[in-house]
């Protein structure tokens, strides 16, 4: 059980394998990272590896930097729902996320989900990736 880590010596608890291994057990496990793995960009996108959760437990200095919130969504566009309105709202980190998860676009903000003009880039992107596993088989 990943929870078995609030029993564990701090050591261990720094230890960025051993969390990786408790996090595929459970989520409650992110709770017990330690400050400094969650400002650590490798960490956090291994994290987010195997669960877009890992985004709500990333470093406010993480989580106001535009480039490393792109490419979390590039990675998991669903970690989009834990990043900060202000991403939510912009329409380059959106279409990365959706061009990733086409589920996160429900994490958008409102005026973005309600926008024409990004709804039809997506369903051009979503069109074109279509076509482009047509051609992979």
């Given at each position: 059980?990943?929870l078995i880590?609030?029993?564990?010596?701090?050591?261990?608890r720094?230890d960025?394998q051993?969390?990786l291994?408790a996090?595929?057990?459970?989520?409650?496990?992110l709770?017990?990272?330690?400050p400094?793995l969650l400002?650590?960009q490798?960490?956090?996108?291994q994290?987010?590896?195997?669960?877009p959760?890992?985004?709500?437990f990333?470093?406010?200095?993480?989580?106001e930097?535009?480039?490393?919130?792109?490419?979390a969504?590039?990675?998991?566009?669903?970690?989009l729902?834990?990043?900060?309105e202000?991403?939510?709202?912009?329409?380059e980190?959106?279409?990365?996320?959706?061009t990733?998860d086409?589920a996160a676009?429900?994490?958008?903000s409102?005026e973005l989900r309600?926008?024409?003009?990004?709804?039809?880039?997506?369903?051009?992107n979503?069109r074109?990736?279509?076509l482009?596993?047509?051609?992979?088989?």
């Amino acid at each position: 059980d990943g929870l078995i880590l609030q029993y564990a010596t701090e050591e261990l608890r720094a230890d960025p394998q051993l969390l990786l291994l408790a996090m595929r057990r459970t989520v409650g496990a992110l709770r017990m990272v330690p400050p400094a793995l969650l400002e650590d960009q490798k960490f956090v996108f291994q994290a987010l590896q195997q669960t877009p959760c890992a985004m709500r437990f990333a470093s406010s200095k993480l989580l106001e930097d535009r480039a490393f919130v792109i490419k979390a969504v590039g990675r998991r566009g669903a970690c989009l729902q834990y990043c900060p309105e202000r991403f939510q709202s912009d329409r380059e980190v959106v279409m990365v996320a959706v061009t990733n998860d086409r589920a996160a676009l429900g994490y958008a903000s409102l005026e973005l989900r309600e926008d024409p003009k990004l709804l039809s880039e997506v369903a051009r992107n979503i069109r074109m990736a279509a076509l482009a596993e047509e051609d992979v088989e």
